[in-house]
């Protein structure tokens, strides 16, 4: 996919990244509308460190309890 004018936010993300294993873990949220590229940009800024672990958590509309739920065995997953 061809990215336009989207540098600042893959700087962005790749900053974070840098903090988030420098410094204190992150998290990031990444929203918009559905099918504007949320995912190929996410991937885009992290295909520079594919060796850099990450957890791509994708969501739907779920209560706050659910989603809590839902993230907590994703990351109990990625830390077997």
């Known amino acids: 996919m061809k990215f336009y004018n989207r540098e600042f936010e893959i700087a962005e993300l790749r900053r974070i990244r840098e903090l988030a294993f420098t410094r204190n873990s992150r998290m990031t949220v990444v929203t918009g509308r559905r099918r504007i590229g949320k995912t190929s940009l996410i991937k885009k800024?992290?295909?520079?460190?594919?060796?850099?672990?990450?957890?791509?958590?994708?969501?739907?509309?779920?209560?706050?309890?659910a989603l809590a739920t839902d993230?907590?065995?994703?990351?109990?997953?990625?830390?077997?």
């Open 45 to 65: 800024a992290l295909d520079d460190n594919p060796d850099s672990p990450m957890l791509y958590f994708f969501t739907a509309r779920k209560t706050e309890t």
């Open 71 to 80: 993230f907590v065995r994703a990351k109990s997953i990625l830390l077997v």
